[in-house]
């Protein structure tokens, strides 16, 4: 019965790795495009039957490597909270700041939103507590902010602002 309790290390593990890794700021932003990235990064995960939704075809500046880290944390943590056969859509939102990474699982309690953000806080008793606060860390690296709201149907969302498209 340890298995468990050694995957969990191996996750905290690699994610104090990714740690060391994200830095304080990114200078070199490079145009990134945002179907690409989200597609790259959603073949990389096992998705069983869930859906991805890219409802956008901009270009983005950013750095793709770290934004790779934040698209995969969030498909995980829809598909580990919202089910096996959830969809998760990336959109723009509607006053042009940002884009958002939306599922249709059962969402976050308004309480829980900020806790969320805050490094060890996990809503699985497996979760290492590390995959969201690891997204705010590499948004607010890109200058962005990072807003969890409710998703059109009553899922999770992740509205990332200040971020700047190519035109």
């Known amino acids: 019965m340890g298995f468990p309790r050694l ?6 593990n690699t994610n104090v ?28 995960i096992a998705q ?8 956008t075809d901009v270009t ?25 056969d959830v969809t998760i859509t990336v959109g723009l939102l509607e006053d042009g700041t940002g884009f958002f990474v939306e599922d249709d699982g059962p ?7 900020q806790t969320l953000l805050k490094w060890g806080s996990s809503y699985s008793d497996s979760g290492t507590g590390f ?4 997204v705010q860390e590499i948004i607010e690296a890109h200058g962005w ?16 602002t200040g971020v700047e498209f190519d035109e």
């Open 17 to 44: 790795l990714e740690l060391a890794r994200i830095g304080a700021t990114i200078d070199d932003m490079k145009p990134v495009s945002l179907p690409h990235l989200t597609e790259t990064c959603w073949s990389s």
């Open 48 to 55: 069983s039957e869930a859906t991805l939704d890219i409802e």
């Open 131 to 134: 995959g969201l606060a690891i």
């Open 145 to 160: 902010s990072l807003q969890i709201t409710a998703g059109s149907e009553d899922g999770a969302r992740f509205e990332i």
């Open 60 to 84: 983005i500046q950013g750095d793709a490597i770290r934004l790779e880290q934040v698209f995969e944390n969030l498909f995980r943590n829809a598909i580990e909270h919202g089910g096996e």
């Open 7 to 12: 995957q969990a290390r191996e996750d905290v």
């Open 107 to 113: 969402g976050v309690p308004l309480t829980e939103r």
